[in-house]
Each structure stands twice: as structure tokens, then as C-alpha cells.
């Protein structure tokens, strides 16, 4: 995987690309290399031969994990307001008096 003027040559499942955009090399690479492990899971787990059908099941797959992280996201802002409303609440009180 190299950089040329703006361009980014990555390898997804022994497939080349030319990337090209205003996003860092490296994090365009390290998103590459990801994917393609995924797909490599997926081929290894299913036996299908079919690259489509391996990017389609790898996608799901990043698109679950994406969608288990905004959950969890949510609930971790669930609970920092809720902590700080009761910190509110208690400095409220104590400021009171």
C-alpha cells in the first residue's frame, strides 16, 4: 500500500484501489486493512467463493458493529446526563445553604 500525489493504493481482499480524497493515507489504509480482514472472516466462515456476496455479508457485519457502538453511545450519554443532572442537583442543595 503506498500514497502518490493525493492517491492512496490499497489492497481489499486481492482487489487494488486508487483512493482518493482529503482523508490521511494512513487512516485510509487502516480502514482498507480492516475491511479487507473482515471480508477474509467472512470467506473463511461461509466457504463462498463469491467475492460480492463476501463484501455484501462483510458490510453487514461493520454496519451491526457501527450500529451496537451508536447503542452504546446512546446509553453512555444516558447515563453522564443523568449524573449530571443529580450533580447539579446536589450542588444546588448545598449552595442553598
Known amino acids: 500500500m503506498r500514497s502518490v500525489e493525493g ?3 490499497v489492497e481489499i481482499y486481492n482487489q487494488f484501489y486508487q483512493i482518493k480524497g482529503g ?3 494512513n487512516y ?3 480502514l482498507a486493512a480492516y475491511v ?3 471480508m477474509r472472516e467472512i470467506a473463511q466462515g461461509s466457504k463462498t467463493v463469491d467475492s460480492l456476496k463476501v463484501a455484501v455479508l462483510a458490510a453487514l ?3 451491526d458493529e457501527l450500529f ?3 447503542e452504546r453511545s446512546k446509553e453512555f450519554e444516558s ?3 443523568d449524573k449530571s443532572a443529580e450533580c447539579s ?3 444546588d442543595q448545598v449552595l442553598k445553604r
Open 61 to 63: 457485519n461493520i454496519a
Open 36 to 38: 479487507d480482514k473482515k
Open 68 to 70: 451496537q457502538e451508536r
Open 79 to 81: 447515563i453522564v446526563y
Open 89 to 91: 442537583r446536589l450542588l
Open 28 to 30: 485510509i489504509k487502516e
Open 7 to 9: 492517491l492512496t493504493r
Open 23 to 25: 482523508i490521511e493515507s
